[in-house]
Structures are given as C-alpha cells and as structure tokens.
T-cell receptor, first 113, second 114 residues
Framework: DGGITQSPKYLFRKEGQNVTLSCEQN?????MYWYRQDPGQGLRLIYY???????QKGDIAEGYSVSREKKESFPLTVTSAQKNPTAFYLC????????????FGPGTRLTVT | AQKVTQAQTEISVVEKEDVTLDCVYE???????LFWYKQPPSGELVFLIR??????QNEISGRYSWNFQKSTSSFNFTITASQVVDSAVYFC???????????FGKGTMLLVSP
C-alpha cells in the first residue's frame, strides 16, 4: 500500500542527546515536510524539501536538521540545541504544486527527559 | 502575512446534533487554497477537502458540508447528524499561490458523546 511511514511511534531520549526521526514515503512525491505539534498550538513547520538534495527552513527550524538524499526519505534530527524537544512530530508529503494536498504519516511522539 | 483562526478550541455535542466548525483566514493574495484536515486520536492527519479561492461553490460530501465565503474570509465546516466517530481535532489550513507550505489554524477539538 502507498503511504508514509514514520518510526518509531514513541521515542524516549535523555536530555543532551541528538535523535533522528525517520520518514519514508512510497507515493513518489517530490515534496516532503516536517511539522511539530504541541498541545493547543496546531502544527508548525520545521523544514521542507521540494526536491532531492534541497531543503528550506520553516518557521521553527532552530535546533533541528534534515537531509534529503533520496526522494523517498526525509529524516529529521532533533539536536541537543533544541530547547524544548518533547512534542509530536508529523511528516508529510505531496506532489509539487500549490494546489495539492499534503498526505501525513502517523507521527512520532518524542519525549526528552 | 497569512493567518488562520479557529476560534473554537473545543466543542461538545451529543450524537445526531449538527455542528459547525469555524475557520477565518487572512491573506493578501487573490489566489490561495484552503484545506480541512481531521486528526483522530491515533494522531495521523486525514485530508478532507481542498478549495481554491476562485471556487466559492459550497460542497457537500455525505454528512460533511463546507461553506466558503470570500466576503467574510471564512471557510466553515458543518457535520450533520454527528456521530461518535466524528470525535477528533479538526484543522483548517491555508496555502497561497507560489508558496508550497501550509499555514494551519490551532485546531478545534470536537467531542461527540453518545
């Protein structure tokens, strides 16, 4: 089945450690996105990529990094510089073009203590 | 700057009631796209509808209907005869022409009780 996979569903880390969240899609979409969701805050864009080997910062990129070496994959690294990393992280993809909707993965809930 | 406001943080209804979720947006662009997504307790966002700024025709899909009014910059979502399975957080989002990302509202949590 076509879709977006994010693993793991739940992730626990100690403060000061970097952690990488995976996002894979087999929809043949060019564009991929990472969002962060906090209670009562809606979704905020961290990074996005419209094509392989290219990506742009979103509204809250500080403390995060990404790579886009393959069309299917867009991993997000939460670095120790991110002051408040505990959150629900959602990955999405879409065809290129402003009129397309984004398709979302199931999300990863990261807890840092 | 573009902005999406969902003023209703939480709505509680009893099954079979009709409920309307409000969405008001701000944009200076004449070409833009509006979206509604549903986020059930599992967490994954599910796409419901897309509407472009040149199409003000209202849409109905089963128990769901959407009312787009450019004059008031609103794109409201109505669920008729609500069901317990409709319980979720609903997000309205905006994308303007030439820009690839979405701006989301903060969401409205809908709780439908039996």
């Amino acid at each position: 089945d076509g879709g977006i996979t994010q693993s793991p569903k739940y992730l626990f880390r100690k403060e000061g450690q970097n952690v990488t969240l995976s996002c894979e899609q087999n929809l043949n979409h060019d564009a991929m996105y990472w969002y962060r969701q906090d209670p009562g805050q809606g979704l905020r864009l961290i990074y996005y990529s419209q094509i392989v080997n290219d990506f742009q910062k979103g509204d809250i990129a500080e403390g995060y990094s990404v790579s886009r070496e393959k069309k299917e994959s867009f991993p997000l690294t939460v670095t120790s510089a991110q002051k408040n990393p505990t959150a629900f992280y959602l990955c999405a993809s879409s065809p290129r073009g402003e009129h397309y909707e984004q398709y979302f993965g199931p999300g990863t809930r990261l807890t840092v203590t | 700057a573009q902005k999406v406001t969902q003023a209703q943080t939480e709505i509680s209804v009893v099954e079979k009631e009709d409920v309307t979720l409000d969405c008001v947006y701000e944009t200076r662009d004449t070409t833009y796209y509006l979206f509604w997504y549903k986020q059930p307790p599992s967490g994954e966002l599910v796409f419901l509808i897309r509407r472009n700024s040149f199409d003000e025709q209202n849409e109905i899909s089963g128990r769901y209907s959407w009312n787009f009014q450019k004059s008031t910059s609103s794109f409201n979502f109505t669920i008729t005869a609500s069901q317990v399975v409709d319980s979720a957080v609903y997000f309205c989002a905006l994308r303007y022409s030439g820009y690839s990302t979405l701006t989301f509202g903060k969401g409205t949590m809908l709780l439908v009780s039996p």
